[in-house]
């Protein structure tokens, strides 16, 4: 299910960038070469229905997108932030002494020496 909603979301996708490319700009190098870009599309409603193709292309990607999300996620995870997940991983244990012994009799005994 989810390699068929994959293969779908990179057609919408491509479709979206296609789309994307055939609207005319309403500005920059449009406006610059006196408006003639415009009338190499056509009559407005071309552009109505490129507009309104781009929208749901882009509604649609964003719904599969999230859909992909939801159903790729496995569902024995844990909510866990992943810097928590990395610094359990991390956790080293340090063995500690219960007594610290510390060389005063040897420190002595070279100072009377000296």
């Known amino acids: 299910m989810v390699q068929f909603l994959i293969v779908v979301h990179t057609l919408v996708s491509i479709?979206?960038?296609?789309?994307?490319?055939?609207?005319?700009g309403q500005g920059g190098l449009n406006s610059m070469m006196?408006?003639?870009?415009?009338?190499?599309?056509?009559?407005?409603?071309?552009?109505?229905?490129?507009?309104?193709?781009?929208?749901?292309?882009?509604?649609?990607?964003?719904?599969?997108?999230?859909?992909?999300?939801?159903?790729?996620?496995?569902?024995d995870s844990v909510k866990e932030s992943i810097l928590q997940q990395d610094a359990e991983t991390r956790e080293t244990e340090v063995p500690v002494g219960n007594e610290y012994v510390?060389?005063?009799?040897?420190?002595?005994?070279?100072?009377?020496?000296e």
Do not use: Y
């Open 15 to 24: 479709m979206l960038i296609v789309v994307i490319l055939m609207q005319s």
């Open 102 to 113: 510390l060389p005063s009799s040897a420190l002595e005994e070279e100072s009377k020496e």
């Open 34 to 75: 006196g408006g003639t870009a415009t009338s190499m599309l056509g009559s407005s409603g071309a552009n109505d229905f490129i507009t309104k193709l781009t929208t749901w292309l882009g509604i649609t990607f964003i719904v599969l997108a999230l859909l992909i999300g939801m159903l790729s996620g496995s569902p």
